[in-house]
């Protein structure tokens, strides 16, 4: 009886092991899945929201609108963020009112040229 109830322990303490190994494991995994920054997200909706028919921006767009390139070095955020909530209600292309997080993530990306800027020039 005794032996039995070690032997169920120590495969109970194994299979705990095992499984502690696994989340650690799956853990890690996670980490490297890298999340995008609000940079990155910024520069997706740019181009989700064909901000590039009418702005510049790097080498990116073509139109008649302003060229953002340097405005990251011009502004800084909040004055971006307030620009991008007013620039929606006097432009009929934009009919659904952007969610704070997209007005962080684009003045993000518009701001991402001053770090360029202040370290190349």
Known sequence: MKRSLRQFT?????GLFLLSLLFVSSALLAQDKKTP?????????????????????GHDGEGPGKDLSKEGTKRDQQWLM????EFQ????????????SEIQDLSAYLLSDRSC?????
Do not use: M, P
């Not at 120590?10 to 194994?14: D, G, K, T, V």
């Not at 307030?82 to 909530?85: A, I």
């Not at 800027?117 to 020039?121: F, I, L, T, V």
């Open 82 to 85: 307030n620009y991008l909530k």
């Open 89 to 100: 209600t006097t432009h009929s292309k934009y009919t659904q009112a952007f969610q704070e």
């Open 117 to 121: 800027s202040e370290k190349c020039h």
């Open 37 to 57: 920054t609000s940079v990155e997200r910024g520069d997706k909706l740019f181009e989700e929201l064909k901000c590039g028919d009418c702005h510049f921006k």
């Open 10 to 14: 120590s495969i109970l303490c194994a």
